[in-house]
């Protein structure tokens, strides 16, 4: 599922994690949660981080006013 999709239904905390660590290869186990729980990829199956697609969203289009 694109990102764009579960964005919104990831809590804050997780998401500021993402915008002050963008392209980090080793996410928290809690933001992986809660990533899945979005609907976007599981833990299990996200093969070392979110893909360049992802993170180019976090960092572009993602906004801070959640």
């Keep these: 599922m694109e990102i764009f999709m579960w964005w919104l239904d990831i809590d804050v ?7 002050e660590n963008l392209r980090s290869t080793e ?13 976007g990829p599981h833990p299990d199956d996200l093969a070392g981080g979110l893909s360049d697609a992802d993170w180019d969203f976090i960092e572009t289009q993602s906004e801070f006013v959640d």
Excluded: M
């Design 13 to 19: 905390n997780s998401k500021e994690w993402l915008r």
């Design 27 to 39: 996410i928290p186990t809690e933001v992986l949660q809660r990533i899945a729980e979005a609907g």
